[in-house]
């Protein structure tokens, strides 16, 4: 490690050990420690999808806005979604049983309506970042590393772009070669931190919010996480800079979009970030040039795939994207989690430094495969080591820091499809799947109960099956 990273490296230190997503119980009880988390789910919108694709009329929405008075809640429609259906806002948000009750009743008032599903906020799937440097063990270590020196002489990535749909990014000295111009869809003012809502900068601004301020976290607050940084730094960290760490695909393109603000994203603004990365076209956002062929989510809820999530997943697909979701913190089935329980979904647990499933880690039939996503229970060396910044609410200096949390596993995945396309663009979405499963190193059931899909990712066989597969 040469001198400036240590420099960056105690400006990390200020970032103390923090659950960093909301906890509806249990935070950090001791040092290192952080239990696993069953995420809340709350919305302050409506998805409305009529079964003809067309437009909410004004006599439908001051129909649902009488339902929603009726319940002290007053409703307006916001726009119509890049993937069928409109967005209608309520004012404040809402637990899931009430956002259910309104979303039911609404639905029986027209025929012509498909579906109405709550726009359900999805948050980052990190769960802590820490101290002291060590190295990037995820990466090499026979364990539980993913093999990813071998691969590298077969393909390092070139040219294949991988949307980061997440918090956005900093401008970190180890990234800025690899970043493309990307997006802001955080439409909420209040919540962008950028006193506007989509632009085309996708500036990560700091989540840090105060107690009481989400909802989903009615009494803690948190310092900014950074956490689209240190996702984008796990997949494409420039190499052989002399600073910093490598990413797992350096020679990728990194596409940043947006839909993360303080207390997460809204459902309707990740899946117009999703299809606008894949290159589909989002009514009022110019058509992204630069279309993804990998689109990474490290967030998501406790909430199974919602229909309007299903619709963008198969969207993306059908555009010839690979969609990798993070299965989850929580050490449940990943069928119960949106969205990488959606079908079609590259669907990742978290392992440990040994290759086993790490403790937080949902699991389940739904998983495609795992990768490292770290355990700092005892120390931190054991999470992933990644970029950050070192500001605790407003942007500050470059700095590293590590991290725990299938957030942390989705991307090393990412970063193995990238080489794979780059080895062979020809590969679709469900060959891809597939590769990656077969060529996975099975993780032994007592090291996952519950089921790791394939087992622990490897990179290098994945490459190599790539290399001689059919499309
Ligand atoms: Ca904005
Ligand atoms: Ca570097």
């Not at 690899?178 to 209040?190: E, I, M, T």
């Not at 490290?298 to 059908?318: I, P």
Request: hydrophobic letters at 45%.
């Amino acid at each position: 490690m040469n001198r400036s990273f240590r420099r960056n490296w105690a400006m990390a230190g200020l970032l103390a050990l923090c659950a960093t997503l909301p906890l509806q119980s249990g935070a950090a009880t001791r040092s290192g420690k952080v239990s696993k988390e069953i995420m809340p789910t709350f919305s302050a919108g409506l998805i409305i999808k009529l079964s003809n694709d067309g437009s909410l009329d004004p006599d439908l929405v001051a129909k649902a806005r009488q339902i929603a008075n009726k319940y002290g809640i007053s409703l307006s429609h916001l726009r119509k979604l890049a993937r069928g259906g409109d967005v209608v806002a309520l004012d404040r948000e809402l637990p899931p049983e009430l956002v259910r009750r309104l979303a039911d009743e609404i639905a029986k008032l027209d025929a012509r309506i498909d579906y109405v599903e709550p726009d359900v906020v999805m948050v980052p799937m990190s769960l802590s970042n820490d101290k002291h440097v060590s190295a990037q063990w995820n990466l090499t270590e026979f364990a539980g590393g993913i093999n990813l020196p071998e691969a590298w002489a077969m393909s390092k990535g070139k040219d294949v772009v991988v949307a980061v749909v997440d918090s956005g990014v900093r401008p970190h000295i180890d990234l800025m070669a690899n970043l493309l111009p990307g997006y802001d869809f955080v439409s909420n003012r209040a919540t962008a931190r950028d006193g506007d809502g989509r632009d085309p900068f996708a500036w990560d601004e700091g989540s840090w919010y105060s107690a009481g301020q989400c909802h989903s976290d009615q009494l803690g607050a948190k310092d900014s996480l950074w956490h689209g940084t240190h996702v984008a730094g796990i997949i494409g960290a420039v190499s052989n800079n002399s600073t910093g760490i490598t990413g797992a695909a350096p020679k990728a393109k990194i596409l940043p979009v947006r839909v993360v603000g303080r207390c997460g994203g809204y459902t309707s603004d990740i899946i117009d970030g999703m299809m606008w990365a894949a290159g589909l076209p989002v009514a009022g956002v110019p058509k992204n040039p630069h279309p993804a062929k990998v689109i990474n989510l490290s967030l998501g809820s406790v909430t199974a795939c919602s229909k309007a999530f299903q619709a963008a997943v198969t969207a993306v697909r059908e555009a010839g994207a690979v969609v990798v979701a993070a299965a989850g913190n929580s050490d449940i089935d990943v069928a119960r989690v949106s969205p990488a329980g959606c079908q079609g979904v590259v669907s990742v647990a978290a392992s440990d430094r040994e290759g086993k499933k790490a403790y937080y880690s949902n699991y389940g039939r739904r998983i495609t495969v795992a990768a490292p996503g770290g355990d700092m229970q005892d120390v931190a060396e054991n999470g992933i080591l990644s970029l950050l910044n070192s500001g605790t609410k407003r942007p500050a200096g470059d700095a590293m820091a590590y991290m725990q949390g299938t957030s942390m596993a989705a991307p090393h995945v990412s970063a193995v499809v990238a080489l794979m396309l780059s080895r062979n663009p020809n590969l679709s979405p469900d060959r891809v799947q597939q590769l990656l499963k077969g060529s996975a190193r099975p993780i032994p059931s007592q090291d996952c109960q519950g089921g790791c899909g394939g087992g622990l990712v490897d990179a290098a066989a994945a490459v190599a099956a790539a290399a001689v597969a059919a499309p």
